[in-house]
């Protein structure tokens, strides 16, 4: 069983930086593809970034392309999302999630992760 425990989240002005942290109890933390997501009331979870277990490959939801940054620290076991340039659509809550090993399958889809985190509000006031 892998637990992850996200920090980070908060209230912040529109246009401003937050860093969302996920720390993972896996032993082959290294091994798991990790994945950011988002949900706001009344609205289908979304990824808004993933990392492959290599760190090879990199997803972003075009909403937050440019804005967004997903990066993992296997010796610390923790993923990591920077947040730049905040918006108020980019509110609701976020959770991390874990997929186990899966060679070179990429997915951003929410049905394809096995392990999830209670998710951290952030809140961006205009």
């Known amino acids: 069983q892998v637990q992850l425990v996200e920090s980070g989240g908060g209230l912040v002005q529109a246009g401003g930086s937050l860093r969302l942290s996920c720390a993972a109890s896996?032993?082959?933390?290294?091994?798991?593809?990790m994945g950011w997501f988002r949900q706001a009331p009344g609205k289908e979870r979304e990824c808004v970034a993933a990392i492959q277990w290599s760190g090879g490959r990199t997803y972003y939801a075009d909403s937050v392309k440019g804005r967004l940054t997903i990066s993992r620290d296997n010796a610390k076991n923790t993923v990591y999302l920077q947040m730049n340039s905040l918006k108020p659509e980019d509110t609701p809550i976020y959770y991390c999630a874990a997929r186990g090993y899966s060679g070179s399958y990429f997915s951003h889809e929410s049905r394809d992760y096995d392990y999830w985190g209670q998710g951290t509000q952030v809140t961006v006031s205009s």
């Open positions: 896996a032993r082959s933390f290294s091994t798991y593809t």
